[in-house]
C-alpha cells in the first residue's frame, strides 16, 4: 500500500463547475497536509495547506481534512481551464519536515 | 511568497561527467533544503534532505558518493550528480524549509527544476 495514494485520472471537468480530488495516507501519525499543483515541464506550487480536521477555504479552493478516516480532499470552484494541471498531494509529520507525495491527479477543465 | 531559485534550468552532458546544481532561498535562510527526483509522469520522490552546516540525509536506495549534497550556506545548497549516466536524466527539484513567521509553522517552498539530459 502506498503511503499517500491519489487517484491518476485525468479528471476531467467542464469549465464553471466543482472539481473535487480526493487524497487518503496511510501514516496516522501524520500532521501536515498539502495540495500542490504541478503544470507540465514545471514544479510544484503550493496551493493550499491544512492542519486541523474541518475545511478551509482560500479563493476558490476549499482543502478538507478527516484525520479518523485519513482523507484529505481539495475543493476547487468555477473551475477554469488555466486550472488544468496534476495536484499532489503531500503529507507530513510535522509541518516543513520531509513530505510524503502521492503520485498526483491529472485534472482537465474543458471550455 | 517566498522565492527559491535553482541553477542551471537545464543542463545536457555526456555520460561520465559531473554535474552541479545549485538551490538557492532568496528571501529567507533556510536551515533545511531538500532534494527530490521525477521522472516522466511520476511523481515527486525525496532524495535527500540537506541541513546547513551538516551531512545530508539521503533516502534508502539513493547513493551518496553519487549525489554529493552541500549545503555550506543557510542560502545555498548543491547537488552534485558524479558521473552522469543516462538513466540519471530527470527533473530535479530542490525545496528550502522557511520557519513559521510569527509562530506560525513552516513551510516548503520549491524551486522551478532542472532538467538533466545525459547523453
Known amino acids: 500500500q502506498k503511503e499517500v495514494e491519489q487517484n491518476s485520472g485525468p479528471l476531467s471537468v467542464p469549465e464553471g463547475a466543482i472539481a473535487s480530488l480526493n487524497c487518503t495516507y496511510s501514516?496516522?501519525?501524520?500532521?501536515?497536509f498539502f495540495w500542490y499543483r504541478q503544470y507540465s515541464g514545471k514544479s510544484p506550487e503550493l496551493i493550499m495547506s491544512?492542519?486541523?480536521?474541518g475545511d478551509k477555504e482560500d479563493g476558490r479552493f476549499t482543502a478538507q481534512l478527516n484525520k479518523a478516516s485519513q482523507y484529505v480532499s481539495l475543493l476547487i470552484r468555477d473551475s477554469q481551464p488555466s486550472d488544468s494541471a496534476t495536484y499532489l498531494c503531500?503529507?507530513?509529520?510535522?509541518?516543513?519536515?520531509?513530505?510524503?507525495f502521492g503520485g498526483g491527479t491529472r485534472l482537465m477543465v474543458k471550455p | 511568497g517566498a522565492v527559491v531559485s535553482q541553477h542551471p534550468s537545464w543542463v545536457i552532458c555526456k555520460s561520465g561527467t559531473s554535474v552541479k546544481i545549485e538551490c538557492r532561498s532568496l528571501?529567507?535562510?533556510?536551515?533545511?533544503m531538500f532534494w527530490y527526483r521525477q521522472f516522466p509522469k511520476q511523481s515527486l520522490m525525496l532524495m535527500a534532505t540537506?541541513?546547513?552546516?551538516?551531512?545530508?540525509?539521503?533516502e534508502q536506495g539513493v547513493e551518496k558518493d553519487k549525489f554529493l549534497i552541500n549545503h555550506a550556506s543557510l542560502t545555498l545548497s548543491t547537488l552534485t550528480v558524479t558521473s552522469a549516466h543516462p538513466e540519471d536524466s530527470s527533473f530535479y527539484i530542490c525545496?528550502?524549509?522557511?520557519?513559521?513567521?510569527?509562530?506560525?509553522?513552516?513551510?516548503?517552498?520549491f524551486g522551478p527544476g532542472t532538467r538533466l539530459t545525459v547523453l
Open positions: 528571501d529567507f535562510q533556510a536551515t533545511t
Open positions: 503531500a503529507v507530513s509529520r510535522n509541518a516543513g519536515n520531509m513530505l510524503t
Open positions: 501514516d496516522r501519525g501524520s500532521q501536515s
Open positions: 525545496s528550502a524549509r522557511r520557519s513559521g513567521l510569527a509562530g506560525g509553522t513552516d513551510t516548503q517552498y
Open positions: 540537506s541541513n546547513e552546516g551538516s551531512k545530508a540525509t539521503y
Open positions: 491544512i492542519y486541523s480536521n
